[in-house]
């Protein structure tokens, strides 16, 4: 079992920057593939980010690609997703999500979200 609590969204401006957190507790966080997930109203949630247990290999949505930073820390049981160049179309609820390599996302962990709006 795995609990994830995200933290770091807010109200910014275009252009500017966030950096999201993901806590996670429970046992064997580093056997995890983390993600970061993102929901606007009337829209289907989407991956935005994923990067496996080591951080070897990293994902990104091609509308973040150049923007947005997935990275991880497994001594401290976290994941991150720093956001830059911020856009108004990013902004949407963030979930944190943690699945087992080779199993659905459907299947995994969710976090509660964090909203992220982003002003003109």
């Known amino acids: 079992q795995v609990q994830l609590v995200e933290s770091g969204g807010g109200l910014v401006q275009a252009g500017g920057s966030l950096r999201l957190s993901c806590a996670a507790s429970?046992?064997?966080?580093?056997?995890?593939?983390m993600g970061w997930f993102r929901q606007a109203p009337g829209s289907e949630r989407e991956l935005v980010a994923s990067?496996?247990?080591?951080?070897?290999?990293?994902y990104y949505a091609d509308s973040v690609k150049g923007r947005f930073t997935i990275s991880r820390d497994n001594a401290k049981n976290s994941v991150y997703l720093q956001m830059n160049s911020l856009k108004p179309e990013d902004t949407a609820i963030y979930y944190c999500?943690?699945?087992?390599?080779?199993?659905?996302?459907?299947?995994?962990?969710w976090g509660q979200g964090t909203q992220v709006t982003v002003s003109l």
């Open positions: 999500a943690a699945r087992m390599g080779g199993s659905s996302w459907n299947s995994g962990y």
């Open positions: 429970g046992r064997s966080f580093s056997s995890y593939t």
């Open positions: 990067i496996t247990w080591n951080g070897g290999n990293t």
